[in-house]
């Protein structure tokens, strides 16, 4: 499945920005989907992921309760809505998909390109 990022941009702290990321070349609905980020000097960190049907949902501490993530399956697309933005949350943000949930870790079998996300003080 190839994956394309989408949605970033220049933000001032507490806007908000919607991420997408499309999928194709495979069975969207059979994959769970994750959100990941990397801010420059730093590792690459889990944001959240979602279930192959949407019912299931897992966010990082750090964004829960300010993020959401989504998909719809019908358009093979998977969202994150980002709220209450911080100079933090800078980073270029990945889109993956893996056959398997796996909460946490950077091990997701298919990548997007990543878009940047810059949220200024």
């Known amino acids: 499945v190839q994956l394309q990022a989408s949605g970033g941009g220049l933000v001032q702290a507490g806007g908000s920005l919607r991420l997408s990321c499309a999928a194709s070349?495979?069975?969207?609905?059979?994959?769970?989907m994750s959100w990941f980020r990397q801010a420059p000097g730093k590792e690459r960190e889990f944001v959240a992921a979602?279930?192959?049907?949407?019912?299931?949902?897992y966010y990082s501490d750090s964004v829960k309760g300010r993020f959401t993530i989504s998909r719809d399956n019908a358009k093979n697309t998977v969202y994150l809505q980002m709220n209450s933005l911080k100079p933090e949350d800078t980073a270029v943000y990945y889109c993956?998909?893996?056959?398997?949930?796996?909460?946490?870790?950077?091990?997701?079998?298919?990548w997007g390109q990543g878009t940047l996300v810059t949220v200024s003080s």
């Open positions: 993956a998909a893996d056959s398997n949930l796996r909460v946490g870790v950077p091990l997701w079998d298919n």
């Open positions: 070349g495979g069975t969207f609905s059979s994959y769970a």
């Open positions: 979602i279930n192959w049907s949407g019912f299931n949902t």
